[in-house]
T-cell receptor
Framework: DQQVKQNSPSLSVQEGRISILNCDYT??????FLWYKKYPAEGPTFLIS?????DKNEDGRFTVFLNKSAKHLSLHIVPSQPGDSAVYFC????????????FGQGTTLQVKP | DTAVSQTPKYLVTQMGNDKSIKCEQN?????MYWYKQDSKKFLKIMFS???????INETVPNRFSPKSPDKAHLNLHINSLELGDSAVYFC??????????????FGSGTRLTVV
């Protein structure tokens, strides 16, 4: 029973355009959501997070939007660059102090020059 | 200076063997984790230690035994390896409390192949 889902396994966009990566979750008790980026043969690296009490968080070219009523979040990358090509994982924090994160299965983004 | 380092990066071994994966972090983080990325690419938590104390033990076979000699190290020992143990294993660390929302720092992973 997967509590965090990324239903699009892959996404291809043109350089300079917007990339939108989506994530759905089922547990309304999640208190934080995070996005990670992963290159081949490397570990995931933290990108951006958002608290469940907010609906938007922005960091440079990256913006995460949270729609709690729909249990949906999205990561927008504007403008997309070829170096953004990677696997993006959505993750959710359960709200305990254990630090446990529940990850989606990832979306592979390809940004074409 | 690698923040979270895992060794080995690749491990190929026969069924029934016992193997260990080592992890060290130099970030001064309080909490360390082991995650498994299976063939479907999901990252699933296995164990978590906070200051050498086990705080998360998901439904993992007891052939897997984590050991944390100090808060900078979290090793994973696997007994009687099975074909289904083949996966990529990631070590990670994070700061405790509210700082945990800044996310984990992951190691680069250990690809375990059981033949």
């Amino acid at each position: 029973d997967q509590q965090v889902k990324q239903n699009s396994p892959s996404l291809s966009v043109q350089e300079g355009r917007i990339s939108i990566l989506n994530c759905d979750y089922t547990n309304s008790m999640f208190d934080y959501f995070l996005w990670y980026k992963k290159y081949p043969a490397e570990g995931p690296t933290f990108l951006i997070s958002i608290s469940s009490i907010k609906d938007k968080n922005e960091d440079g070219r990256f913006t995460v939007f949270l729609n709690k009523s729909a249990k949906h979040l999205s990561l927008h990358i504007v403008p997309s660059q070829p170096g953004d090509s990677a696997v993006y994982f959505c993750a959710a924090s359960e709200g305990s102090n254990t630090g446990k994160l529940i990850f989606g299965q990832g979306t592979t983004l390809q940004v074409k020059p | 200076d690698t923040a979270v380092s895992q060794t080995p990066k690749y491990l190929v071994t026969q069924m029934g063997n016992d193997k260990s994966i080592k992890c060290e972090q130099n970030l001064g983080h309080d909490t360390m984790y082991w995650y498994k990325q299976d063939s479907k690419k999901f990252l699933k938590i296995m164990f978590s230690y906070n200051n050498k104390e086990l705080i998360i033990n998901e439904t993992v076979p007891n052939r897997f035994s984590p050991k944390s000699p100090d808060k900078a190290h979290l090793n994973l020992h696997i007994n009687s390896l099975e074909l289904g143990d083949s996966a990529v294993y990631f070590c990670a660390s994070s700061q405790g409390g509210e700082q945990r929302h800044y996310g984990y720092t992951f190691g680069s992973g250990t690809r375990l192949t059981v033949v």
